[in-house]
Nanobody, 115 residues
Framework: QVQLVESGGGLVQAGESLSLACAASGKIFTVNTMGWYRQAPGKQRELVAV???????SYADFVKGRFSISRENAKNTVYLQMSSLKPEDTAVYYC?????????WGQGTQVTVSS
């Protein structure tokens, strides 16, 4: 199986930056897509950014220009660099890996942005 372990997150003030990391282990194929989703209280989980093993990335409109996703295939690790954070970015951020059409999820890490 696949295990995803997130790190980073925490409490920051509006306008500050924060980084998340997610390390994948287990039966990981070379070709996969990794990414980040988030879920705020009372809202549905939503896509933040994804990146393929080939390095192609895409972002939700609400983070374009502020967040950057990257990955190190040799370490099976995906990163999310978040800058110019806003209070509305407050949510639990989940790491995601898609392998052969199956979704795997991390346990989530809390990001709180105070105004």
């Amino acid at each position: 199986q696949v295990q995803l372990v997130e790190s980073g997150g925490g409490l920051v003030q509006a306008g500050e930056s924060l980084s998340l990391a997610c390390a994948a282990s287990g039966k990981i194929f070379t070709v996969n897509t990794m990414g980040w989703y988030r879920q705020a209280p009372g809202k549905q989980r939503e896509l933040v950014a994804v990146i393929t093993s080939g390095g192609a990335s895409s972002y939700a409109d609400f983070v374009k220009g502020r967040f950057s996703i990257s990955r190190e295939n040799a370490k099976n690790t995906v990163y999310l660099q978040m800058s110019s954070l806003k209070p509305e970015d407050t949510a639990v951020y989940y790491c995601n890996l898609v392998k052969l059409g199956i979704n795997y999820w991390g346990q989530g890490t809390q990001v709180t942005v105070s105004s």
